[in-house]
DNA sequence: GGCGTATTTGGCCAAATGGCCATATACTGC
DNA sequence: GCAGTATATGGCCATTTGGCCAAATACGCC
């Protein structure tokens, strides 16, 4: 395993995940899988604009796609995204002391 | 506490990790507080350049800053970003999966 | 005060970002 | 095949980013 540069390929994952847009998908698909769609009322941008983050999500490995019909489906792949919310958050409250 | 639109707040946060040269200096600052001459030398870039992910990073509430004489320290003051670590890792591994 | 060292700030610039619109593709149903 | 709906892609553009250099500031020492 390539253990130099690491941090550059981390960094490519948290920028993938430092946008107010993606980070309102991401907390949506915790709670279970969703439409592109759903996503895209959500966010309340172009339907073009969620699927340009959902593509970047998914090229990432943080998102995973499926196909059902007419419809396609997102669905998180790595939960543990979720612990930047609580150390986000951490991080607010230690500015505003 | 304004709880609405905590996801743009949360993102400028993940968007002050998301740089290869700022987790060198939150990887490092973890293992303990150290000058900007030194994490000069361990990034690689100009002694400008980081002084200004420096000035960054406190300006979010990540690190905090103390001089000494001639020298400023830096050290965390949030060291459960270092979480993002093992998370962004396990991305990795799924993404080559 | 003046010199040397450490750090910060300002100016500049090429590259990346994130939004929208228009268009293309994928699928369903008739 | 054609029409309608859902999603993806390409083009465009204003803004942000992250680097370097030069200059400014802060401090210790003589």
């Given at each position: 395993?390539?253990?130099?540069?690491?941090?550059?390929?981390?960094?490519?994952?948290?920028?993938?995940?430092?946008?107010?847009?993606?980070?309102?998908?991401?907390?949506?698909?915790?709670?279970?899988?969703?439409?592109?769609?759903?996503?895209?009322?959500?966010?309340?941008?172009?339907?073009?604009?969620?699927?340009?983050?959902?593509?970047?999500?998914?090229?990432?490995?943080?998102?995973?796609?499926?196909?059902?019909?007419?419809?396609?489906?997102?669905?998180?792949?790595?939960?543990?995204?979720c612990k930047f919310f609580s150390c986000a958050t951490q991080v607010l409250?230690?500015?505003?002391?």
């Amino acid at each position: 395993m390539s253990k130099c540069n690491g941090f550059a390929k981390q960094a490519r994952v948290l920028k993938a995940l430092a946008n107010e847009s993606r980070l309102i998908i991401v907390d949506r698909l915790s709670r279970g899988e969703c439409t592109v769609g759903d996503l895209t009322e959500l966010v309340g941008s172009d339907a073009s604009t969620v699927s340009k983050h959902l593509a970047l999500l998914r090229a990432h490995g943080i998102v995973e796609d499926r196909r059902a019909g007419n419809l396609v489906y997102y669905r998180l792949l790595t939960p543990c995204v979720c612990k930047f919310f609580s150390c986000a958050t951490q991080v607010l409250e230690e500015r505003s002391r």
